[in-house]
């Protein structure tokens, strides 16, 4: 798994950067919204703008990198995150600082899914190995974002910002001498091809799995630093352990338990285990240590989680692996952005308990929603050959016809 081409590892590093600004900002959360006499649920749309425009940009992401190749799509993403994440330092309101995370995003949404696809398509190895480097690639990235957005936020608010601009830079720079030029798909996808091949009841079973999943993960995310009211090198501490577990499960603890005792079986149980956590968060919201400790403890699970569901993703369904992402993010993270801003919302003018409460019933339903679509997923963990040959017969079109 471990002996990439060249191209795999610029691509994985360009990932590790990208990841880092999704916990970049957690811990600026608070000062941000002191220094510029914003609420919770203002700061709070920091994420949701970010992961709305990501979740609706991900329909074009097939489009765009089926008409100009893979690597033109990786580095026009880089290139609207550098200016996003850069703007958004240099705004001077709340609202200034939403819009250009919205932009952001949408630069994420051009490298996230394409660079999924092209890990998947270029890596040496099954799809399953090449999934764990990419989520290796995530986990480092979530774990270090943290704790670089405290040191840089200790300093000031916007150094994460403009932290995210310069590493972006380098990815950019790495991307486009390592990776070779990539040709473009033999069949240009449509609008239409993500929303054909959540006809497969195991993939809208699945996203909306991950959307009720995510819907929980970005409430801790986004609002736990609020009833923590610690510094921002003290959040990035926690959360950097947070990372760390979620890194470590993904790559070491998530295929070992999926060989031996199925992927559906082990996300569903789980699912179940992230729940009790929540409620664990809901029930000790007032106490600092609880929080830090189960904000850990969550990493744990979401690691596994988001290994074995990618994966999941990737399999559930004969369609081209770029579709299925496509479909998959367009899914989770639409729907997961209202988290963020309902967790602040709630938090501030109903209870500080109840958007943990909300977003632990969020994860028990996703793993409702599983065991209910399991009968479509019998397939996903037959022998790689096999499934590799299903899935190199898939194209758009044939989604399109239904065949």
């Known amino acids: 798994m471990w002996r990439q081409p060249k191209a795999v590892w610029a691509v994985a590093f360009a990932c590790v950067v990208a990841f880092m600004g999704i916990g970049l900002v957690d811990p600026i959360l608070k000062p941000i919204a002191e220094n510029l006499d914003a609420s919770p649920s203002q700061v709070s749309l920091l994420f949701t703008s970010y992961m709305a425009v990501m979740g609706v940009a991900m329909l074009i992401t097939g ?10 799509t990786l580095l026009i993403g880089l290139v609207v995150i550098i200016a996003g ?6 705004s001077d309101t709340v609202m200034g600082i939403v819009g250009w995370r919205a932009l952001w995003g949408l630069g994420n949404a051009l490298f996230i899914a394409t660079a999924l696809a092209t890990i998947v398509n270029s890596a040496k190895g099954s799809v399953a190995q090449a999934i764990i480097l990419y989520e290796a690639a995530l986990g ?3 774990a270090v974002g943290p704790l670089v957005g ?16 310069v590493l972006m830079a380098v990815a950019l720079v790495v991307t486009a001498l390592l990776l070779p030029s990539t040709p473009r798909a033999k069949h240009a996808t449509t609008l239409a091809d993500p929303f054909r091949a959540l006809r497969h009841r195991g993939l809208l079973g ?7 999943y995510n819907f929980g993960f970005f409430t801790l995310l986004a609002f736990t630093p609020f009833p923590l009211d610690m510094t921002a090198h003290q959040i990035g501490l926690i959360f950097f352990g947070w990372g760390f577990a979620l890194a470590f499960t993904s790559v070491v603890v998530a295929p070992r338990l999926q060989r031996r005792f199925g992927t559906v079986p082990v996300v569903v149980v789980n699912l179940l285990a992230m729940t009790a956590t929540l409620v664990v968060m809901a029930l000790g919201t007032d106490s600092k240590a609880v929080l830090a400790t189960c904000v850990v403890v969550a990493g744990l699970f979401i690691g596994i989680n988001n290994t074995l569901i990618t994966e999941t993703v990737m399999k559930a369904a004969p369609v081209e692996r770029g579709v299925a992402s496509a479909a998959y993010s367009f899914v989770r993270f639409s729907g997961a952005a209202l988290a963020p801003w309902l967790a602040g919302l709630l938090g501030e003018r109903v209870s500080v308990h109840l958007p943990f409460w909300v977003g632990a019933a969020a994860v028990l339903l996703g793993a409702l929603v599983l065991l209910a679509s399991r009968h479509h997923l019998v397939g996903i ?12 017969q898939a194209t758009a079109i044939t989604v ?3 065949s």
């Open 150 to 165: 405290g040191v840089l936020g200790s300093i000031s608010w916007r150094g994460p910002f403009f932290g995210v601009s």
């Open 63 to 72: 489009v765009v990198a089926s008409r100009i190749g893979p690597k033109r």
């Open 400 to 402: 399109g016809n239904d």
């Open 140 to 142: 480092l990235g979530i």
């Open 206 to 212: 699945v996203a909306i799995t991950a959307l009720l």
């Open 381 to 392: 963990d037959v022998d790689e050959d096999e499934l590799d040959e299903i899935t190199q």
């Open 85 to 90: 994440a850069g703007l958004a330092g240099m």
